[in-house]
């Protein structure tokens, strides 16, 4: 007997890691997860631009506490720091501040209709360009009001570029986007044509999200590994003790404590840049232990963010990006048990009010 080991040369080992490449970026996937991240991420950048409502003016206005003069002399003073004047559709309205809270009622009301699937592949460009449009001013932005860009530009793309090509759509839904888009489709359409619907461009798109954020995982954590509060462990100290907030009497009620608190400081430091640092090694990889590893430090991540360091944005986006690695596999699996739990409910509250009804006709007919 002759035992085939063709598979074992070292061209056969080539040709498997050149069609994993390729299933990496080139596989079919269901829709699934690139909506569920469209609701998601719509519902923060509404909640972002909301954040400022009742000071939107004197935030991002030619008319607000950074006029157009600020502005130049900031471009002025940092040659490679914000943009030039006039990139941003806040400077359409110039001093005109009915412009401008128009503009800005425009803005919010597009990234609603794109949470909700509406004209996705219009209210996507536009809820991008909305997105980057209010990142523009220098004073009260910071490094997490960036991301938000990143989500909204992948978001954009998929929804530019998902069934374009063979997604079986109209020429009205080519242009402006499905109908299956939107949030109650199952209910308003009806979801069995979209039950088996695949597409190579949302894999693309989900495909260029996950490496983009990996890369900006990484790179964060070797920026912090370049300050020594990082190495030595007592980075986190100085977000537990704010300047305006801390006293000679609290530092002395912590002294008795305070090997045992830097101790487990340090190591809880140590665990978070570890989890940071092998984020790549462990994020595609399949089965509930890395998946607990995974969405379990993203959740982590996130309380960490907002309860330490006061952070509202950088969260969210880290639960975003990881849950933008799950598999097709995985979101069925979501679906399934969510559209579950949906019907159960329904069920629940149908049967309730069948009881209701037959205890109000027994009642009645015991009356009579």
Same mark, same amino acid.
């Given at each position: /007997?002759?035992?085939?080991?063709?598979? @074992?040369?070292? &061209?056969?080992?080539?040709?498997?890691?050149?069609?994993?490449?390729?299933?990496?970026?080139?596989?079919?996937?269901?829709?699934?997860?690139?909506?569920?991240?469209?609701?998601?991420? &719509?519902?923060?950048?509404?909640?972002?631009?909301?954040?400022?409502?009742?000071?939107?003016?004197?935030?991002?206005?030619?008319?607000?506490?950074?006029?157009?003069?600020?502005?130049?002399?900031? #471009?002025?003073?940092?040659?490679? $720091?914000?943009?030039?004047?006039?990139?941003?559709?806040?400077?359409?309205?110039?001093?005109?501040? $009915?412009?401008?809270?128009?503009?800005?009622?425009?803005?919010?009301?597009?990234?609603?209709?794109?949470?909700?699937?509406?004209?996705?592949?219009?209210?996507?460009?536009?809820?991008?360009?909305?997105?980057?449009?209010?990142?523009?001013?220098?004073?009260?932005?910071?490094?997490?009001?960036?991301?938000?860009?990143?989500?909204?530009?992948?978001?954009?793309?998929?929804?530019?570029?998902?069934?374009?090509?063979?997604?079986?759509?109209?020429?009205?839904?080519?242009?402006?986007?499905?109908?299956? @888009?939107?949030?109650?489709?199952?209910?308003?359409?009806?979801?069995?044509?979209?039950? $088996?619907?695949?597409?190579?461009?949302?894999?693309?798109?989900?495909?260029?999200?996950?490496?983009?954020?990996?890369?900006?995982?990484?790179?964060?954590?070797?920026?912090?590994?370049? /300050?020594?509060?990082?190495?030595?462990?007592?980075?986190?100290?100085?977000?537990?003790?704010?300047?305006?907030? %801390?006293?000679?009497?609290?530092?002395?009620?912590?002294?008795?404590?305070?090997?045992?608190?830097?101790?487990?400081?340090?190591?809880? #430091?140590?665990?978070?840049?570890?989890?940071?640092?092998?984020?790549?090694?462990?994020?595609?990889?399949?089965?509930?232990?890395?998946?607990?590893?995974?969405? &379990?430090?993203?959740?982590?991540?996130?309380?960490?963010?907002?309860?330490?360091?006061?952070?509202?944005?950088?969260?969210?986006?880290?639960?975003?990006?990881?849950?933008?690695?799950?598999?097709?596999?995985?979101?069925?699996?979501?679906?399934?048990?969510?559209?579950?739990?949906?019907?159960?409910?329904?069920?629940?509250?149908?049967?309730?009010?069948?009881?209701?009804?037959?205890?109000?006709?027994?009642? %009645?007919?015991?009356?009579?």
């Amino acid at each position: /007997m002759t035992i085939d080991r063709s598979d @074992d040369t070292p &061209g056969a080992d080539a040709s498997a890691r050149e069609n994993a490449w390729s299933r990496f970026w080139f596989t079919a996937t269901p829709l699934t997860g690139l909506r569920f991240l469209r609701v998601c991420a &719509g519902v923060l950048f509404c909640a972002w631009l909301l954040s400022f409502l009742g000071h939107q003016a004197e935030f991002f206005s030619l008319n607000g506490w950074l006029d157009e003069q600020g502005y130049r002399e900031i #471009q002025r003073q940092q040659p490679l $720091g914000p943009a030039p004047v006039g990139w941003s559709i806040v400077f359409l309205a110039g001093q005109n501040e $009915g412009a401008f809270q128009t503009i800005y009622g425009l803005s919010v009301a597009v990234v609603i209709l794109f949470t909700l699937g509406i004209a996705t592949r219009v209210t996507g460009v536009l809820t991008w360009v909305v997105v980057v449009s209010f990142l523009v001013n220098p004073v009260i932005n910071y490094e997490g009001d960036y991301l938000l860009g990143v989500l909204a530009f992948y978001l954009m793309l998929g929804h530019l570029l998902t069934g374009q090509v063979n997604g079986g759509l109209t020429l009205a839904e080519r242009i402006l986007g499905s109908r299956h @888009d939107f949030l109650l489709a199952r209910w308003v359409f009806g979801g069995a044509a979209e039950n $088996g619907r695949v597409s190579y461009a949302t894999n693309f798109s989900l495909r260029l999200l996950q490496v983009h954020f990996a890369i900006i995982m990484v790179t964060s954590v070797l920026h912090k590994l370049q /300050m020594a509060e990082w190495w030595s462990g007592v980075a986190f100290w100085f977000p537990l003790h704010p300047p305006f907030e %801390t006293t000679a009497e609290s530092i002395q009620r912590e002294m008795p404590r305070a090997t045992f608190t830097l101790f487990w400081m340090s190591v809880t #430091q140590y665990v978070a840049l570890a989890w940071q640092l092998a984020f790549p090694v462990f994020a595609w990889r399949r089965g509930w232990a890395w998946r607990s590893l995974l969405l &379990g430090g993203a959740v982590v991540f996130w309380l960490g963010a907002f309860f330490l360091y006061r952070l509202p944005l950088w969260g969210p986006f880290v639960c975003l990006g990881c849950v933008s690695f799950l598999s097709a596999d995985e979101w069925a699996w979501i679906k399934s048990r969510l559209l579950g739990v949906i019907s159960r409910v329904a069920n629940q509250k149908n049967d309730a009010g069948a009881m209701k009804s037959r205890d109000l006709a027994e009642t %009645t007919a015991i009356r009579k």
